[in-house]
């Protein structure tokens, strides 16, 4: 540990109530500035796009286009790099010759490109790979700013590690800044006024406020630990700026360059009230496979003491259901007590529900140095009898992960609600985050509202009856999520942990 990264924990640990310590903290940057070149901010724009654009179209959400295509030799392709992407985990944990891992890893960007190229008449994967900032800017408007934040690991210490926001405007071309290093930002995700300080407002979005001036929309994408903040919420000139702009978060800023239809929602599935002590009695069987769950890490994690029922959560389905009702949606499923198991999820695949309501209990197990298949087995969803294992079937023992969430094909779904704790966070990984938010993009949603902490039940329940009460009255889901943030303030709940938990991602129509 360096002796600034030493003294700038004792500061935090001495002095953890004064945020201005914190902010004040300079920047370790090899030399005074705090922007870059234009011409290397523009090569910094496109390489984020382009590793933000692995995410979406990421392997599974991949092999589901390439199965439909019926083009065996491109499935043994697909195949070969998978096969070829596990080589390269397993070269890299035994610390193989760089050489030998470099290699393959070109080896597999060959067979990717071969794959992309093979499936043309899938024009939005293969064009959404493509896109560069010129594209992007070619789709604003002249009321818009674009950000993209990018993580840059140096390989040196968390001083050396930083947080860049690349900017742009319709008649602006990119530019870089430098917004804080590796420490800082990991001190900022544990200060608990983090939504009422103004100069963490203007630590994260003063360098590129300027570029806001005169403009009526943000369009940003997060990056690094970002991604775990709602820093769409951080108050910037005494009030939060999703007050002062409309403000859209993105899994990459290349969504603008794809057609994004308002959807007509006639197919809901709404899961709540739901009873997790079990889906019947247990008997003496079952109570001696629960202790044989119990060595699961898994279960254990999510099971080290029974689960609650969340009574408010039954009142949310409900009257979300009379909503869809009064609006005669078609057709809308309700899935409550034992009824709504995980079998009752999994029977969804393939389907077309467009909706997708989801009031639970969400976890997500942050283990030191797990891989990114394990964040995606340690983000998880409960449902009916997960306190008794179920039914002890495979598919029904009440809890589904996120990686099990990417094995679906909801393709035809819009928009899911996860009302759940912690549904937004996962393992911050090179492409984006490994956790429930992925398994719901890899299977094919095109967008989420999801939480980024703890939530409190009853003013959760107040928030998304809000919610559906704008968005079904014609609201776009930005519109509706912002008022239903401002009615929960005016009922009470003006804490920032009740309103500024929830975020949406990719919400642009």
Excluded at 54 to 66: C, D, Q, R, W, Y
Excluded at 350 to 371: C, P, Q, V
């Amino acid at each position: 540990m360096t002796c600034v990264k030493r003294k700038r924990m004792l500061l935090w640990n001495t002095q953890k109530d004064n945020i201005n310590d914190l902010i004040e903290m300079p920047l370790m940057l090899p030399d005074e500035k705090n922007y870059l070149l234009p011409e290397l901010s523009s090569i910094i724009y496109d390489a984020v796009l382009l590793s933000k654009g692995i995410l979406l179209n990421s392997s599974i959400e991949f092999g589901k286009v390439l199965y439909e295509t019926g083009d065996k030799h491109l499935q043994d392709v697909y195949k070969q790099t998978l096969q070829n992407g596990a080589a390269i985990d397993d070269m890299r944990k035994t610390q193989a010759d760089n050489e030998d891992i470099l290699s393959l890893i070109r080896e597999n960007q060959t067979l990717q490109l071969e794959l992309y190229k093979g499936c043309a008449e899938y024009a939005d994967f293969t064009d959404y790979i493509s896109y560069k900032w010129q594209d992007v800017q070619d789709a604003m408007s002249d009321d818009d700013v674009v950000v993209e934040f990018s993580y840059v690991d140096t390989g040196l210490s968390d001083d050396f590690k930083f947080i860049l926001a690349v900017a742009m405007t319709k008649t602006q071309g990119p530019m870089a800044y430098v917004v804080c290093d590796q420490v800082k930002a990991k001190l900022l995700q544990q200060y608990d006024s983090l939504y009422e300080k103004d100069e963490i407002g203007d630590l994260v979005w003063g360098e590129i406020a300027q570029y806001f001036n005169g403009k009526k929309r943000l369009f940003f994408s997060a990056d690094g630990i970002f991604n775990n903040i709602g820093i769409e919420y951080l108050q910037y000139n005494g009030k939060p700026l999703s007050d002062q702009m409309e403000v859209y978060r993105l899994s990459s800023t290349k969504e603008l360059c794809r057609k994004h239809d308002k959807t007509e929602i006639c197919n809901v599935a709404l899961f709540g009230g739901i009873n997790y002590f079990g889906l019947d009695q247990l008997s003496a069987e079952k109570e001696e496979d629960l202790r044989m769950l119990a060595n699961d890490d898994m279960m254990r994690y999510a099971l080290s003491k029974p689960l609650p029922n969340l009574n408010n959560t039954l009142r949310e389905v409900q009257q979300i259901e009379q909503i869809c009702m009064e609006k005669e949606i078609p057709n809308v499923l309700l899935f409550t007590a034992s009824e709504a198991s995980e079998n009752a999820f999994r029977k969804l695949d393939n389907s077309k529900i467009n909706l997708f309501h989801i009031a639970t209990h969400g976890r997500y197990k942050d283990m030191e140095k797990s891989s990114d298949d394990d964040a995606m087995t340690n983000s998880i969803l409960v449902f009916a009898g997960a306190n008794t294992g179920g039914d002890n079937t495979d598919n029904n023992d009440g809890i589904i992960s996120a990686a099990d969430v990417a094995q679906m094909n909801l393709r035809l779904c819009d928009l899911a609600v996860l009302s759940a704790c912690e549904t937004g966070l996962g393992k911050l990984g090179d492409d984006g985050v490994f956790g429930l938010q992925r398994g719901f993009k890899n299977a094919g949603v095109h967008s989420l509202l999801m939480a980024l902490k703890p939530v409190n039940d009853k003013a959760t329940t107040e928030l998304m009856l809000s919610f559906y009460s704008y968005l079904m009255n014609g609201k776009s889901k930005r519109e509706a999520l912002s008022l239903a943030q401002h009615d929960l303030r005016a009922k009470g709940f003006s804490n920032s942990k009740y309103w500024a938990t929830f975020i949406l991602l990719d919400g642009l129509d």
